[in-house]
């Protein structure tokens, strides 16, 4: 069980928007920066949102990224079938002295 | 543009050591942490430990016991070693650049390590 808490599975249509959930604890989304990776099948991991809310240049503003409390949010707006993938956060976490990771939350488009 | 290649054996026999390096291109080693990360088949990411460019070290207290890693500026390589390695560090290991606020923000393509009994 990982200390940082995802939805297993969330998926949509064609256009639609989702959000993906990343719930942690004071220790550490309540402190440090969440930043989200996508994994496409068989794929290396890649970069999608830095500090919550920061896209790197290559990841076009249809993604979007939000925190407040202990909780962060991936959102995905006119969601395309090439954003079918898995979605991870990840945040430092001061307990266990180390980088964490959600246990991944599997997007699928309809 | 920025590229990261793994290599190092496939197979590994258990109790002995994972050896990994990671060639970096396109990018100065100076002014960001070198990663590795790994993901057992079918499962999720699991951070590793980093190194800086001056050779300071952090690692996951999970492995530390028997993880080290290397930096070589000149050669533009960095390295992991994994010792007394069991069925459980079978897994793909990617080795990542890493930005402030531990933002993995370059990977590599991930190289699969079996560990055989």
């Known amino acids: 069980q990982s200390v940082l808490t995802q939805p297993p599975s969330v998926s949509g249509t064609p256009g639609q928007t989702v959000t993906i959930s990343c719930s942690g604890s004071?220790?550490?989304?309540?402190?440090?920066?969440v930043n989200w990776y996508q994994q496409v099948s068989g794929m290396a991991p890649k970069a999608l949102m830095y500090s919550h809310n920061q896209r790197p240049s290559w990841v076009p503003d249809r993604f979007s990224g939000s925190k407040s409390g202990t909780s962060a949010s991936l959102a995905i707006n006119g969601l395309q079938s090439e954003d079918e993938a898995y979605y991870y956060c990840?945040?430092?976490?001061?307990?266990?002295?180390?980088?964490?990771f959600g246990g991944g939350t599997k997007l699928t488009v309809l | 543009q920025v590229q990261l290649q793994e290599s190092g054996p496939g197979l590994v026999k258990s109790s002995e050591t994972l050896s990994l390096t990671c060639l970096v291109s396109g990018s100065s080693l100076t002014s960001y942490y070198w990663s590795w990360i790994r993901q057992p088949p079918g499962k999720g990411l699991e951070w590793i430990g980093y190194?800086?460019?001056?050779?300071?070290?952090k690692y996951n207290p999970s492995l530390k016991s028997r993880v080290s890693i290397s930096i070589d500026t000149s050669e533009k390589t960095f390295s992991l070693k994994v010792t007394s390695v069991t069925a459980a560090d079978s897994a793909v290991y990617y080795c990542v650049r890493t930005a402030s606020a531990e933002s993995f923000d370059i990977w590599g393509q991930g190289t699969m390590v079996t560990v055989s009994s």
């Open positions: 004071s220790s550490n989304t309540g402190t440090y920066a």
């Open positions: 990840a945040a430092w976490d001061d307990s266990l002295n180390a980088v964490i």
């Open positions: 190194v800086y460019y001056s050779g300071n070290t």
